[in-house]
């Protein structure tokens, strides 16, 4: 029925009983009580048990905590000698997968895990320990890059001709036929800051052997050389082969692994990178990472067409018309012509923001400005666009100008180093003296450093490059890497003076095998294992190093023993040592990786 008001009502069936709510409530007492009589019989057993049980877990996972974790023992195979120049995210076998517009398939792409390699990379046959620095930057051993093409197709520019069993690198290229020391002469010519300490870190991009960048070295001048794998040319093996620093890299859909404002020079000697295309991207990512007043330096067409168009398979025109572009799109970008003589033009970035200022005024300018969702330094697998990344306006001395000359840089504590958390002048002069305590401590336990025997090495998970300025006066250079899941410490490393890149330990890096001396890490293990299967990172260690090249692997005492057993499966000879402060809870592993040849011929 309903009530009078319309809403729904119910009435009570008349065969039904009422139980009172008081003895409703006198059952459910009387039940509680009998429920309550069982539990406090069994109370003593169970609080008895559950007490061992929690005793127990504690105290395994105390033990667990200060003994160290175990692994069993395993002898890896050797892979086939086809794996000879392995290049796990950059495979040309794996290059049909992937698009060919804007050379996409040269860029980074990793196996899957279940495609990764449980076997050590063997040596060419044939292959010697590298001749030593300086020599080598001279000569190199021909079965150690046995690559014959290069040498037939670039003897007429004087790249590199063989001699019997060696590479010889008489210092030409294809803008510098007459040497690379007469061009850099030139350059110096036209920008007088190469010779008083204001440029000191540069890029070249398209390095072909890297002469340019082993030529700078004399000079002061610390050159990251960049190319892409490829099946015929290693570029990048011939440079590290020489001891030169290199990466392999293309400027493609992917933003470089550099943060913003980084390098003091850029350089392309006819790389033949299409400047002016698809809207002039590749050229705002040398503008992203080149630092306010740094130098964009081009030898090449379209420079001096006017001379030389005939030797460019095209006309006077099209040349004229492919420079005008340029300038403009590089006068878009806040660059001004710096100078210019011969087939050598220097423009120079901006360094203020007046001219910026003018782009975020103007809401039809190309390239716009960058949005603030953009992080500049995001570099990681971080799409390219097609905007200016405008230089922070609260770097006041980030700039060519006002960074310290060089050396006085190296030591002194940049500006970026307050963007860090827990970053200041305080902790950075920590750091400074800290690895001067390490550094000595490193040279006894591996006497091999600061001589000829160690040329290349890798700095695996640096923060502020303070291993690398504590052997800044060594024969060596040092590649500084920060991970891309750590803070971002790479602009402090770039600002006083040094190289580096952001990679993630997770993969494999952008080198070709047996390219580094000595790489040394630091906590690597405990900061990424949660992350990072340690034995794929140990593997790729084995990949880069040199036969015979060290590492320092310094660790906490858990870790230790486990990448010493995983250490012997690869045949490497480790002995743990006592850090400098002689802790319990850290250790030093110095291991030496040994030279052996391949017994496995077959195919992949």
């Not at 406090?40 to 061992?52: G, L, Q, V």
């Not at 993630?504 to 890096?509: G, K, L, R, T």
């Amino acid at each position: 029925m309903k009530h009078k008001d319309g809403k729904p009502g119910y009435q009570q069936d008349k065969g039904s009983r009422v139980v009172p709510m008081s003895i409703m409530f006198i059952v459910l007492c009387g039940f509680s009580f009998y429920l309550g009589g069982i539990f406090c019989s069994e109370k003593n057993r169970f609080e008895t048990t559950n007490a061992k049980d929690v005793a127990n877990a504690i105290q395994s996972s105390k033990d667990s905590v200060s003994s160290s974790l175990q692994v069993k023992s395993v002898a890896f195979p050797e892979c086939s000698s086809n794996y000879q120049d392995y290049t796990p995210c950059t495979d040309p076998t794996k290059w049909k997968k992937y698009g060919v517009h804007r050379l996409t398939f040269m860029e980074r792409h990793c196996p899957p895990v279940f495609e990764r390699k449980e076997c050590l990379i063997p040596p060419p046959d044939g292959y010697k320990p590298p001749i030593r620095w300086p020599k080598s930057r001279d000569e190199c051993w021909y079965r150690n890059v046995p690559y014959d093409w290069i040498n037939k197709q670039k003897s007429n520019q004087n790249w590199l001709r063989k001699e019997g069993e060696k590479f010889l690198f008489p210092g030409g290229g294809t803008m510098f036929p007459r040497g690379v020391s007469e061009y850099v002469d030139s350059m110096q010519n036209l920008i007088p800051e190469m010779t008083d300490g204001t440029v000191r870190t540069a890029i070249d991009t398209g390095c072909g052997v890297a002469s340019w960048g082993g030529d700078l070295l004399d000079r002061g001048i610390l050159t990251l050389s960049l190319a892409p794998r490829d099946n015929h040319e290693a570029q990048v093996q011939f440079a590290l082969e020489r001891g030169i620093p290199a990466i392999l890299g293309i400027i493609s859909t992917q933003r470089l692994p550099f943060p913003s404002n980084s390098f003091d020079m850029a350089h392309c000697s006819r790389c033949l990178i299409p400047w002016t295309e698809f809207g002039g991207i590749y050229l705002m990512e040398i503008h992203r990472i080149l630092r306010p007043g740094g130098f964009w330096v081009l030898s090449g067409p379209p420079v001096n067409y006017e001379h030389r168009w005939r030797g460019w398979n095209t006309t006077i025109e099209e040349q004229r018309s492919d420079y005008e572009k340029l300038q403009e799109l590089l006068t878009s970008l806040c660059f001004k012509l710096y100078n210019k003589k011969d087939d050598i033009a220097v423009w120079q970035k901006a360094s203020d923001n007046s001219c910026y200022n003018k782009i975020a005024n103007n809401a039809e300018a190309y390239p716009p400005k960058c949005d603030d969702s953009l992080e500049p330094d995001s570099a990681w697998y971080t799409p390219l666009r097609s905007c200016v990344v405008v230089p922070n306006q609260k770097h006041k001395k980030s700039g060519l100008k006002s960074v310290p000359k060089w050396p006085e840089r190296l030591r002194t504590a940049p500006e970026r180093i307050s963007d860090i958390h827990g970053g200041s002048a305080s902790t950075f002069n920590h750091d400074n003296s800290k690895w001067k305590v390490r550094a000595k401590h490193y040279k006894k336990l591996l006497p091999a450093i600061g001589t000829d025997k160690i040329r290349n090495i890798m700095d695996m998970n640096t923060v502020y490059g303070g291993f690398a300025a504590s052997v800044i006066d060594d024969p060596l250079w040092v590649m500084n890497v920060v991970s891309s899941y750590a803070a971002n410490t790479l602009p402090v490393v770039f600002d006083r003076g040094l190289i580096g890149t952001y990679h993630d330990w997770c993969e494999a890096f952008s080198t070709y095998p047996r390219t580094y001396d000595l790489l040394h890490l630091d906590g690597l293990f405990t900061a990424e294992s949660h992350r990072c299967d340690m034995k794929y990172v140990l593997l790729e260690m084995d990949r880069i190093l040199r036969p015979n090249g060290y590492t320092i692997i310094r660790e906490s005492s858990y870790f230790v023993d486990a990448v010493a057993t995983i250490a012997k499966g690869m045949r490497w000879g480790c002995r743990k040592e006592d850090t400098e402060y002689g802790v319990e809870k850290e250790k030093i592993l110095i291991c030496q990786k040994k030279l052996w040849y391949s017994s496995n011929k077959s195919s992949r």
